[in-house]
């Protein structure tokens, strides 16, 4: 499980694979996604392809103002 916003930075930045493919698959809770949304900016198109973002946050990024964050939701299988 990732445990704060600093660390899901660092694994979706890392060059190993394996951090790497953490970044992607652990799950986090609704607090630290909003963290990272609201500390790392640039970072919310790796929220959206987290495997296990809870739908209440990409409703949050369903309204985003970038369109390719609008976009990278409207891409999720799960979205409504």
Excluded at 33 to 62: A, F, G, Q
């Amino acid at each position: 499980m990732i445990q704060s916003a600093e660390q899901f930075v660092f694994l979706r930045s890392s060059n190993d694979i394996h951090l790497y493919q953490q970044a992607a698959n652990d799950s986090a809770t609704e607090e630290i996604w909003h963290d990272v949304i609201k500390k790392y900016p640039d970072m919310k198109v790796w929220v959206v392809r987290n495997k296990t973002i809870p739908l209440s946050i990409l409703e949050i990024l369903s309204h985003d103002e970038d369109v390719n964050i609008r976009h990278a939701v409207g891409m999720k299988r799960r979205c409504s």
